[in-house]
Each structure stands twice: as C-alpha cells, then as structure tokens.
C-alpha cells in the first residue's frame, strides 16, 4: 500500500510496503527528481549576488559552477542516506525493545490505523534530527505502541510531538521549573527550613531564570501550547491584566513525565 500524492512542499512521502530487513520502510523524497534543478538555482543564485558585489567574483563563481554543482550533489546525497540509516536504526530498536521481529512489529502498525499514524508521525520526525536521545525516544514510543491496548496511541502520538518541537532550550527551561527555591534565588521556604519547588511561577520570575536563554516568550510559548506548562491567572479572580491578576505558569503532569524522560535518557546516553 502506498500514501502519495500532490506535495508542493517537497516533504518527505512515506511507502509502506513489506520489505526484507534492514529496509523495513522506504523513504522516498520528492525532491530527488528535481535535486539537479535545485543545485542549479543555486549556483545560479550565487553567481546573481556575487555579481552585485564584484564583477569578478561573477565570473569566477559561473567557472566554478560545475565544480559547486558536483559537490552539493554530493552533500545532498549524504543527507538522505544518514536519515534512511536513521529510520532504518530507529525501527529495529524499536522492534528489539518490543522483543518483536521486524517484519511482525510491522504488520501490527499495518493493521491499526491509528499505529500506522503513530509509525508515519515518527518515521517522518526521525528524519529531521540527530539528537541521540530524540532518537531513542521515538523508538521506545514505537515499541510502546506496539504493546499497548487499544485507545493508548493518542497518548504516544501526543509524545511524538512534543519531542518533535523540542530543542535543548526549550528542555533548559522546562527543567528549571522543577529547581528549588534556593536554586531559583527564591525566599520562600517551609517553616522548617527545607526547600520546596515553587507551585508556579510569575512572569519576572521567568524572565530572571530565563535571561540566558534566547527568545524567551517562544520557548514559554511552545511548552504551553504542548501542555507541558499551564498558564493561569492569579491573584484577582479576573483573566490575564483584569482585577489585579498577573500571569503565572506551572509543570503539569505530562510536563513532569517529559521532563523526567528525557533527563533519564541524557543520563544514560552520556
């Protein structure tokens, strides 16, 4: 079987088929037939702005052109062959963490549309990364699923996205609301003495915690928009501005089962 179609984005086009191992899934680019035209623009493009800068450098760029041609030829094809070996890793650990064959991992996400959803979401994220533990967490999403009970997919699926969207800064951020208020530069403390973790924490709270993290509001605004934070208002019974209320944010519970995971699996990869 086979999901194809038009795609003017040029994204990458999933074919499932039954195929001997190692090549369970085929990844077939739709940019491929068109990758000469593309490294044509290219250089053509160069030459263009070259010649706005120095006569010369136009000329010199149109000479080298057959040169550059070749070797981002080259280059384009390395990228692809490192993202299939990375699929093609992904799915047999995955088929090793289920103590499942491949072929037989395969024919369960065959025949469960929402698993074959959950094998394209990964298969299609797996491409776009080289990060270790990105990519042995979508394999242990994909022996999950495999072993779960019905019902369980949108769960994993959700997982699969939010991993998808997360980059080092985002994960600093997330991490630093599970700190202590001693490590927060906060006063607040139990009777006792000991350290709590703050329930929330306001907007100048983050910003102070979060003034060496680049493009503060869009890492804020990613992690909420995945539900690993909450944000509410508190303090005047009103929406955000209104009765004297400020905004203040929290880890949810799925926000904590990310966290821990990908903390669990940056310790065990280094």
């Given at each position: 079987m086979r999901r194809e179609g038009s795609n003017p984005a040029g994204r990458c086009v999933v074919v499932r088929r039954r195929l001997a191992v190692p090549s369970i899934v085929r990844v077939v680019t739709e940019r491929d037939g068109r990758r000469d035209v593309v490294v044509d623009v290219l250089v053509a493009g160069t030459a263009s702005l070259l010649s706005?800068?120095?006569?010369?450098?136009?000329v010199s760029a149109a000479t080298m052109a057959p040169m550059a041609s070749a070797g981002l030829k080259s280059g384009l094809?390395?990228?692809s062959l490192r993202r299939r070996v990375r699929q093609e890793y992904v799915f047999q650990w995955a088929a090793d963490t289920a103590r499942l064959e491949p072929e037989e991992l395969?024919?369960?996400?065959?025949a469960d549309p929402d698993l074959e959803e959950l094998l394209l979401l990964v298969m299609d994220a797996v491409e776009d990364t080289a990060d270790q533990k990105k990519l042995v967490a979508y394999a242990l999403i994909l022996a999950a699923g495999a072993m779960t009970i019905d019902g369980t997919q949108n769960w994993q699926i959700a997982l699969a996205e939010t991993i998808r969207d997360l980059r080092p800064q985002h994960l600093a951020l997330l991490d630093r609301f599970t700190w202590?208020?001693?490590?927060?530069?906060?006063?607040n403390v139990r009777e006792d003495g000991t350290e709590v973790v703050p329930e929330f924490l306001d907007e100048k709270q983050i910003a102070r915690?979060?003034?060496d993290l680049p493009a503060l509001p869009s890492?804020?605004?990613?992690?909420q928009r995945h539900g690993l934070l909450l944000g509410k208002s508190v303090g005047g019974g009103g929406g955000f501005g209104m009765g004297g209320a400020y905004p203040v944010w929290q880890l949810?519970?799925?926000?904590?089962?990310?966290?821990r995971l990908m903390l669990d699996l940056g310790h065990r990869l280094h």
């Open positions: 706005l800068l120095s006569p010369d450098a136009a094809d390395r990228i395969q024919r369960r996400f065959e202590t208020t001693d490590r927060l530069g906060l006063a915690i979060g003034s890492l804020l605004a990613v992690l949810t519970a799925f926000g904590q089962q990310v966290h």
